[in-house]
């Protein structure tokens, strides 16, 4: 599911905007990033994908999810992505199955069209 993940949001944004070993950063506006982290998990059975916290992921997501309030760390290399800066408040969504895929791709993109 890592390995799709990566996939569908390369088809919709192209290359990543910043690349390390441990994550894959798209910047869709000036004001909000996505981070795929993926130094986690070994096996790619599933994807962790941090967002900018949203009222509207928290409920368009129906997968496992972690708020991570300002003053909590998390992976140092969300911070450089819009939205996902140190003091941000951040989601990390854990990505298992199609539909949860769907449910990303809907929440970042149904917007734009």
Not at 63 to 75: A, F, L, S, T
Not at 76 to 88: C, E, I, M, Q, V
Request: net charge neutral.
């Amino acid at each position: 599911m890592k390995n799709k993940t990566i996939k569908a949001l390369s088809e919709k944004l192209g290359v990543p905007t910043r690349e390390t070993k441990k994550t894959l950063a798209w910047d869709i506006t000036s004001g909000f990033g996505v981070v795929v982290q993926i130094d986690q998990p070994s096996t790619g059975e599933y994807a962790l994908v941090w967002l900018p916290h949203n009222a509207d992921a928290l409920e368009e997501l129906s997968g496992e999810k972690v708020v991570y309030p300002e003053e909590k760390g998390r992976h140092s290399n969300t911070y450089a992505s819009p939205g996902l800066k140190r003091g941000d408040a951040a989601i990390r969504a854990k990505i298992k199955t199609e539909q949860e895929l769907n449910e990303l791709l809907c929440f970042l993109f149904d917007p734009f069209y």
